[in-house]
């Protein structure tokens, strides 16, 4: 159990470590000079290679053999791709591709 001290000493540590990372990037980057080429390298191919991670993170426990066979993950990664070419909205591409895998697999797992 924390006494009162160490939790008010965790709190701003806490506190200061959230504003550091805020403040960092301007500090680092001032608006005045140029971003540099890896952090523009970067910024093209890091958000690609995280969804990438997460689609294989997300597929990498279904089992084709039992339940929906893995229709619900094909047939939610399908739309989340084709709502997001066709309206390239981030946000409404997810909710709609979770909505859609969250009513699959109610229906083709009755548990």
Known sequence: MMTAGQIIITIAIITASVQITRFAPFLIFPAGKPTPKFIQYLSKVLPSAA???????CLKNVNIF???????ELIAIAAVTALHLWKRQMLLSIGVGTVIYMLLIKVTLPF
């Open 51 to 57: 969804i990438s991670l997460l689609v294989v993170f």
């Open 66 to 72: 039992y339940g929906g066979h893995g229709a619900p």
